[in-house]
T-cell receptor, first 111, second 117 residues
Framework: RKEVEQDPGPFNVPEGATVAFNCTYSNSASQSFFWYRQDCRKEPKLLMSVYSSGNEDGRFTAQLNRASQYISLLIRDSKLSDSATYLC????????????FGRGTQLTVWP | GAGVSQSPSNKVTEKGKDVELRCDPISGHTALYWYRQSLGQGLEFLIYFQGNSAPDKSGLPSDRFSAERTGGSVSTLTIQRTQQEDSAVYLC???????????????FGPGTRLTVL
């Protein structure tokens, strides 16, 4: 079983829609959680960290459920510029620095 | 300021040849990482360096792969006797320090696209 599992999509939504991505991780020792964004043929960039209490950054909301080992990302009021692949990422406390990536969820926002 | 840079951006080589990929981390970053991204495989960790500590090589797929970091700055990833399955995008990242916190964010370079014919 992969360390981090994501629904690959693709998700195709109209502008203004709300879309949610889910991610599960297999190792209960995972301690830090992130969402990265990767545009086509570009490098991944940090979108936001995910905190236990949940956190919001503008139109983006991240949630963490440690009991279920589940992470989510909600995007409200989708923009064309949100089209990208969203990567769920975890770090284990036992292997600092080593990012474990999901395969990514592809999002296309259409006008 | 300048981000992580990598060279070359593209490399085409013949099976069996050796290749060297270079990474220049962000100035002042003590931690440097190598990942690769293959079609359908997602990003996988290869190796990281933190300061003067021994590198974590646990992600290197075979002994054909090696990396070094000279002077705590520039790093070179070397693949000997390349195979077609080595074809991938090799991404380098750096962070201020090695840790769990989001302040230790890994910033990625644009990658080197390696094609082994």
């Amino acid at each position: 079983r992969k360390e981090v599992e994501q629904d690959p999509g693709p998700f195709n939504v109209p502008e203004g829609a709300t879309v949610a991505f889910n991610c599960t991780y297999s190792n209960s020792a995972s301690q830090s959680f992130f969402w990265y964004r990767q545009d086509c043929r570009k490098e991944p960039k940090l979108l936001m960290s995910v905190y236990s209490s949940g956190n919001e950054d503008g139109r983006f909301t991240a949630q963490l459920n440690r009991a279920s080992q589940y992470i989510s990302l909600l995007i409200r009021d989708s923009k064309l510029s949100d089209s990208a692949t969203y990567l769920c990422v975890v770090i284990r406390g036992s292997t600092l620095g080593r990012l474990y990536f999901g395969r990514g969820t592809q999002l296309t926002v259409w006008p | 300021g300048a981000g992580v840079s990598q060279s070359p951006s593209n490399k085409v080589t013949e099976k069996g040849k050796d290749v060297e990929l270079r990474c220049d981390p962000i100035s002042g970053h003590t931690a440097l990482y190598w990942y690769r991204q293959s079609l359908g495989q997602g990003l996988e960790f290869l190796i990281y360096f933190q300061g003067n500590s021994a590198p974590d090589k646990s992600g290197l797929p075979s002994d054909r792969f090696s990396a070094e970091r000279t002077g705590g700055s520039v790093s070179t990833l070397t693949i000997q006797r390349t195979q077609q399955e080595d074809s991938a995008v090799y991404l380098c990242a750096s962070s201020l320090v090695l840790g769990l916190d989001s302040t230790d964010t890994q910033y990625f370079g644009p990658g080197t696209r390696l094609t082994v014919l």
